[in-house]
Structures are given as C-alpha cells and as structure tokens.
C-alpha cells in the first residue's frame, strides 16, 4: 500500500518555474512506475510525465517535451516534476499516481493516487 503526498505548487508568473515533489509512504517505492497527471477545470485528467521504477526511461506528454523533467530519488522515496517555462495553459491540479511495474500512460492503470497540488501560471 502506498500513501503519496504531493507539494510544490502555488502561483508563478508566465515563464517562470516550479518544481513538484510527491513522497511515497510505503516500502516498495523503488518497485513503482511513478506518473505526474493534471486535471485543469472543466476538462479530463491527463497525463504529463512518467518514470519507470529504475528511472532509466522517462516518457512525456507532447505538451510538456522540452519543458518538463521527471526524475526520482528511491533513496528518499520521492519523485519530481521540475516544470520551466511555465504557460497559463499548465494551470492545473498536478497529481502523482504510483502503479506496480507498468509502463502506461493510461489512468485507469494506475493504482495509487496523491491528493493534488494546485499550479496558477499567471500571464
């Protein structure tokens, strides 16, 4: 079982930058594909960034390439979402979701969830 806790978010200007953090509670992080998805009002939750349990492969959604960066510290059971250039349309609730050892995208795969950080990029 794990527990995530996400923190980071706040309110940042058009350009700027911020960076998310999502700590794991359980024993098997280091098992763990570890996902940042978002959810901006009135639309669909949807994937942003993830990283494989051995953090040697990362994969991102075509929105965030080149601006995003997923990286994690198993030692610390904690992954990240260091996010630059920031644009009003990154405005969201970032959420961290953990599933077992699955390379997906998909949202129904994911197994555990955080609670949400809310991002504003003003313009």
């Known amino acids: 079982q794990e527990q995530l806790v996400e923190s980071g978010g706040g309110l940042v200007q058009a350009g700027g930058s911020l960076r998310l953090s999502c700590v794991a509670s359980?024993?098997?992080?280091?098992?763990?594909?570890m996902a940042w998805f978002r959810q901006a009002p009135g639309k669909e939750r949807e994937f942003v960034a993830q990283?494989?349990?051995?953090?040697?492969?990362?994969r991102y959604a075509d929105s965030v390439k080149g601006r995003f960066t997923i990286s994690r510290d198993n030692a610390k059971n904690t992954v990240y979402l260091q996010m630059n250039s920031l644009k009003p349309e990154d405005t969201a609730v970032y959420y961290c979701?953990?599933?077992?050892?699955?390379?997906?995208?998909?949202?129904?795969?994911?197994?555990?969830w955080g609670q949400g950080t809310q991002v504003t990029v003003s313009s």
């Open positions: 979701a953990a599933v077992r050892y699955t390379w997906s995208t998909r949202i129904s795969d994911y197994d555990y």
């Open positions: 359980g024993r098997t992080f280091s098992t763990y594909t």
């Open positions: 990283i494989y349990w051995s953090g040697v492969s990362t």
